[in-house]
């Protein structure tokens, strides 16, 4: 039988195609099972997706189908994405918050969620309404430069003490 | 797949298909903007917003095929004109004015939020998984888009002329969202869509008054005679079909190809 550690120590290799932080460390793996059958050790991955249709999931499901493949006593493997429980930034590790954070990358506290209209409601996105501390001086004179980024789920702030810009995760 | 009942199929895809729907033209019009924004960053955040809408209504379309066993490109591009659900503010063009572009989002995320709010609390269980993830996400855009508009509304008398012009044109589209849909009834009783029209206009009218307000801003929402048009029914302005002939250009060329 292979040991599910052993299969999370391969997942904790799989970086997310566009973020320096491993599949694991930012929270995406909830489950790990394997089981044995007429098919073989079948291992079974369940992953939560960070924003709904993130054109990474493709790519983070072929990593993982080939790398987990590759074990030895591994005869097939089947991810599953499922969005119960959501995934929230919470679930990103301190490990993980450390990578982004030296790529200038920073995460929302965990907590502070306001109520809105029976939903979560978001960091807000006005422009100077929360200080953000800079990734790369630490300084709280920063402001969001713009709610959206490279990708879906990264904001653009910027730090006036050092002029650096940097990214922020959005609160889902 | 937990099993719906047979006689709360068609309904139910159906309501599944008239948010699809509103996403997919709201998306589609957003995306026209790429590269035409006013500034980088709101550039970059239409593109952003446009990709949010098609994948909310992706993963929608997958959720009501895997009900009535059509793939989500098939319900995205391959059906007529007439089968569509969406609302005609979603069609309309904007013709590259932005505060009407801001105005339409402005209405149509304060919609949404609530439609997948309900959709969060429906006893289909994975509407309500799904949902909750949207709901999250439009949040986001209900905030970006109040933002702009008292942006807007407050700030130069240019500013502010221009968005209330746009309002004036788009706000009285708005309260079509509304149209009933076929056979809701029975969803509502079911819990699969839980909660009233009834009070999620009075909700939507309040949270998006409470905005105009904040914003120096009004528009005209009144409600019009169903006779009027009826985007739900499938009865569609001018600029949906030709609209649809551009989207769906190449998957006509090829429905069966693979992606």
Redesign the interface.
Known sequence: MIDRQSILDVLRTIPDPEMPISIVDLGLIESVGVSSGADGNVVEVVALPTFVGCPALDMIRRDIESRVGEMPGVDSVRVQWVNDPPWSVDRISEAGRESLREHGVTVPDAGNRLEVHGGPATVPLTVGATAIPCPFCGSTETRLDSAFGPTRCRMIYYCDACRNAFEHLKRV | MPDLPEHLKKPFVNMLLAAADDKLFLGHRNSEWTGLGPIL?ED??F???A??D???A??LYELAGSIDGRSADQLAFGRTAEQYRCAAIVEVPDEFDWATAIARRFFCNHFD??RL?RF?QSAY?PLS??A?????????HV??VD?WVIRLGTGTPESHKRMQQAMDAIGPLAPELFEPLDDLKPLVDAGLYPGSDFTMYD?WTA?VEHVLGQAHLSAQMEVGSPEDRGGRRGVHTQYLAPMLDEMCEVYRLEPKAAW
């Open positions: 960053e970059i955040a593109s952003s917003l990709q949010d098609m994948a909310h992706s993963a939020l609530l709010t969060s269980k998984d799904l909750r993830r949207l709901v999250a996400e439009q949040q986001v905030t970006h933002d909700e949270t």
